[in-house]
């Protein structure tokens, strides 16, 4: 796009990374359904190889569809550069991946994803990297998990499975002092509702599974850099510092300045570990991500509404989302994320257990579903199914306790939500 206007949110949600197709002119993004790329000739081969021109050369690194949606979420988060990965969890790995080594940990938050928390306290083991699990509310406790063998602090800006905020600005401030990189995972909130790094943050996470697609058609993830960081800084990061062996030699932080953690992730993270998206994925993605903010102001109207009546209802006994006024995170919502809290929270029933078994199953509209995001609402009772495996007292730890039900708002009509909420209630506690 040739303009030297500021675009707003709601125009590069459909153009940013969309221009017509050079070779049709088609208005859509093709799917380029495609391995590989026709080199012009040997030394254009060369020269792609030794990153001296940018250009594509097999779809495990760089796709022109992929790159669109890629080079979309980038002008939403105001990013310097980006990749799309197969799942959230790849980008998570991928974000990790140039900072890390064996013996290498990060400083993460207790309030993340159930996923997230398997793959950093047991997976990443097996790499010889660790996490150490914080509560970020205590920002002495954060400043204080920092060691020599940090490499990176690790929240959600929204905490799943919701009502709480991450005081980004305070983390950032913190990883700033200790010389290190912040990655905020945004998916809850997305960049219409949170600008993480407008915030501080270095680098942005998201699952584009949720509701940067939106309807629950397709698994993906994608990683923005901020573009800010200052690798050469410090000898903590030798693969972005220093000559990077995996690639000729290359020291990415010097040759390709602001650029150099997304080159890094193409030419090295996704061309040996393979965590690509694939075009048919991103062009899903592509479809959603036009709708965004119509999306998200509608999550967040609906989800005020729910959790208002809830709040309400005789049957219930808390519900914590942050868009309400009873909430500890009310005032955190206005620097933080001052659109609204998202569409994803939980409540706790008063009866219990087999109370919340029974009212899921009482639901009609809503899907008893693990997914978040969709135009659908979804719900799920995380004790006896995602937090099965825990004992009582860390699934409390987790916002997961017996007598608690996870709801993710869609776009339906409020009220026709309430109504089933409402009928699910009765015959739960009947
Ligand atoms: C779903 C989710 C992930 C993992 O993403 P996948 O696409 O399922 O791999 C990570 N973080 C958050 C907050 C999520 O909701």
Redesign the pocket.
Known sequence: MSTDRQLGFDTLQIHAGANPDPATGARQVPIYQTTAYVFRDADHAAALFNLQEVGYIYSRLTNPTVAALADRIVALEGGAGGICCS????A?IMALFPLMGPGRNIVASTR??G??ITQFSQTIKRFGWSAKFVDFDDEAAVAAAVDDDTRAIFC?AIA?PGGYITDIPAIAAIADKAGLPLIV?N??ATPYLCRPIELGATLVVH????YLTGNGTV???CLVDSGKFDWMASDKFPSLSQPEPAYHGLTFGEALGPMAFTFHSIAVGLRDLGMTMNPQGAHYTLMGIETLSLRMARHVENAEKVAKWLEAHDAVETVTYAGLDSSPYKARMAKVCPKGAGGLFTFALKGGYETCKKFVDALGLFSHVAN??DTRSLVIHSASTTHRQLSEEQQIAAGAAPNVVRLSIGIEDADDLIADLDQALAKANA
């Not at 799942?87 to 790849?90: D, E, Q, V």
């Open positions: 799942s959230g969890h790849a998570q993340l994803y996923g997230t959600e799943n995972d998916t809850s699952s584009t599974t949720k698994t993906g993830g978040l995001g």
